[in-house]
């Protein structure tokens, strides 16, 4: 079974600021794993994925995400938070091999404080 | 990048009614695509997976008879909300995978957004 976790409902940080969002899976299968963020009003925008490459992957617009494989975890940071950050961020699980279906977490909400 | 469209963006609808979403890849050929439906401030729920030439597959709790999928072509997933009810009420994306070597990323549908007086 497939599952994504996203640890945190809202996350809310002051501009200037380090940014991270929380996301643990499981799966019974060797995952893909991708952060996609939706502005409001607006399609769901790939911000970066996870394919059994390098472990630490570099996203659009400053974001990188780590894979540990011994936490099963897949943290979105970013080092200084803009205020065009704020949006709805989700966490995705595509097990290989099962038809590309992707799995979502429940999203995390940031917000950016002036 | 791929492009994957909607129509329409919005409807509203009757209690009893029945709505047709299209989902369509711009500039690539999608053999399979994908249907979500998203609560307001909630995540995207896979509702089904459209095969282009056969049956979709449905997840489990998803009722197959009121929402109908067809994969018409290569380009085009239709979803169907038969006697709609107010509860069906929701945000509906749709997906389209691309790539190579059996990695592929997902191009999302900016969404229809649904409602049922």
């Known amino acids: 079974a497939q599952s994504v976790t996203q640890l945190d409902s809202h996350v809310s940080v002051s501009e200037g600021t380090p940014v991270l969002l929380r996301c643990n899976y499981s799966s019974s299968y060797s995952p893909s794993l991708f952060w996609y963020v939706q502005h409001p009003n607006k399609g769901l925008q790939l911000l970066l994925k996870?394919?059994?490459?390098?472990?630490l992957v570099k996203g659009i617009n400053g974001f990188e995400a780590e894979f540990k494989k011994s936490e099963t975890s897949f943290h979105l940071t970013k080092p200084s938070a803009h205020m065009s950050d704020a949006a709805e961020y989700f966490c995705?699980?595509?097990?290989?091999?099962?038809?590309?279906?992707?799995?979502f977490g429940t999203g995390t909400s940031l917000t950016v404080i002036p | 990048g791929a492009v994957v469209s909607q129509h329409p963006s919005w409807v509203i609808c009757k209690s009893g009614t029945s709505v047709k979403i299209e989902c369509r890849s711009l500039?690539?050929?999608?053999?399979?695509m994908f249907w979500y439906r998203q609560f307001p401030k909630q995540s995207l729920m896979l509702m089904a997976t459209s095969n282009e030439g056969s049956k979709a597959t449905y997840e489990q709790g998803v009722e197959k008879d009121k929402f109908l999928i067809n994969h018409a072509s290569l380009t085009l997933s239709t979803l169907t909300v038969t006697s709609a009810h107010p509860e069906d009420s929701s945000f509906y994306i749709c997906?389209?995978?691309?790539?190579?070597?059996?990695?592929?990323?997902?191009?999302f549908g900016p969404g229809t957004r649904l409602t049922v007086l």
């Open positions: 995705v699980v595509s097990p290989r091999g099962a038809g590309n279906q992707f799995y």
């Open positions: 996870y394919t059994s490459a390098a472990t």
């Open positions: 500039d690539f050929q999608a053999t399979t």
């Open positions: 997906s389209a995978p691309q790539g190579t070597s059996g990695i592929h990323e997902q191009f």
